[in-house]
């Protein structure tokens, strides 16, 4: 698979703001974003709400007070 640099993305969104207009492509992100976000509840239904970071976080703050008591 080749390696993609910097002038081969200016040039793939350069033909990608042909193609579609500059008014349609703020529409086309939030739609994928949205879409990418369904598919991350489908793979993931029993995962809490908190991102990992949180999950990690809560967890050393429940460590550090396990060792001071």
């Known amino acids: 698979m080749p390696n993609l640099g910097m002038p081969e993305i ?3 969104a350069f033909l990608i703001l ?7 492509i703020p529409q086309f992100m939030k739609n994928l974003g949205s879409g990418m976000k369904e598919f991350k509840k489908a793979v993931n239904p029993d995962e ?16 550090l007070a ?3 008591n």
């Open 10 to 12: 200016l040039v793939i």
């Open 18 to 24: 042909l193609l579609f207009g500059a008014n349609k």
């Open 66 to 68: 396990d060792k001071q």
């Open 48 to 63: 809490p709400k908190e991102n990992k970071v949180e999950q990690i976080a809560n967890k050393e703050n429940k460590e």
